[in-house]
């Protein structure tokens, strides 16, 4: 069994380590960085690998020596493979097991670490890490095995991943009461057009559907502050001098004295993995 690959040297653990850590980095150049030494070293294990395999793993684009997509399939299969390898040897000797969860900033904070203690109370000496990341790169990490979960859109999950439902993220718009005049009350149309709006910019798919409320109420979508993150935007209405649409989990950090919350957005509401 497996004579073939037996039959010919070229291929290492080591070398395809290697393979791994240029895979990540994005070149050789980039894997080991002011050390031409161990780039020599590098380009000759991505080499032996070549001609063991009988491809081309690596190729030269100018004065970068980057995988080909053949080089990307083996790096794939080769971390699924010393992953496997090393979860095993921590079960042998009785270590305990890590995690990596891949979610944006927001679901970590409010989502991922709250919940985090009854994990580790039903599997004692389990460790875990977090990443920060955006859809399309949690869904690449996971991918090339780089992460164990992900926390991502339903509509989001691709091919060869598996996939169970955490619930809907249903969104809620907030103003604290020093913007709301008394006896007052603001309808969202309202809110849009006469308010400072502080908002998340950066997910796509949130700012669309919020330009598409802002359009059903005949108004132009324009932020006083861009938010890179769900935190940022609460800590602005924390303020007082903004309002926003913000996870429905994020506003129960709030006093509910301290704001008023205006309906109308669940359009915006979308289904989690």
């Known amino acids: 069994m497996f004579e073939i690959l037996f039959s010919e040297r070229g291929l ?11 895979r990540d980095a994005g070149s050789i150049a980039q894997a ?39 080089g990307e399939r083996l790096a794939e299969l080769a971390r699924e493979h010393l992953r496997s390898r090393d979860d095993f040897r921590s079960e042998c000797r009785e270590e305990s097991v890590a995690f990596t969860i891949g979610a944006g900033d927001s679901l970590i904070q409010w989502l991922v670490i ?7 109370d039903a599997f004692p000496g389990t460790r875990f890490a977090t990443s920060n990341l955006r859809t399309n790169e949690i869904v690449q990490q996971l991918t090339d095995c780089r992460l164990d979960f992900g926390i991502i859109r339903k509509n989001a ?8 439902s955490l619930g ?8 604290p009461n020093a913007l709301m005049p008394r006896k007052r009350k603001f309808t969202l ?15 796509g ?15 132009p979508l324009t932020p006083m502050l861009a938010c890179q993150s769900f935190p ?34 669940h359009s915006l509401s979308h289904t989690g993995e």
């Open 12 to 22: 290492s653990l080591d070398r395809l380590k290697v393979l791994i850590e240029v």
């Open 32 to 70: 080991a960085p002011g050390d031409p030494v161990r780039q020599s070293q590098y380009s000759r294990q991505l080499r032996e690998l070549s001609e063991f395999f009988g491809c081309e793993v690596a190729q030269r684009r100018g004065k970068i020596l980057k995988l080909t997509a053949q």
């Open 114 to 120: 709250p919940r985090l203690g009854k994990i580790m």
């Open 157 to 164: 999950v691709a091919l060869g991943l598996k996939a169970v």
């Open 168 to 175: 809907i993220v249903t969104y809620v718009a907030i103003v």
């Open 189 to 203: 149309g309202q809110a849009l057009a006469e308010l400072p709006l502080a908002t998340q910019t950066t997910d």
């Open 205 to 219: 798919q949130f700012t669309s559907g919020l330009r598409e409320i802002a359009k059903s109420h005949g108004v």
């Open 232 to 265: 940022q935007t609460m800590a602005a209405i924390k303020t007082g001098r903004f309002w926003s649409i913000v996870p429905e989990m994020a506003a129960r950090d709030l006093p509910p004295d301290s704001v008023h919350q205006i309906p109308g957005c």
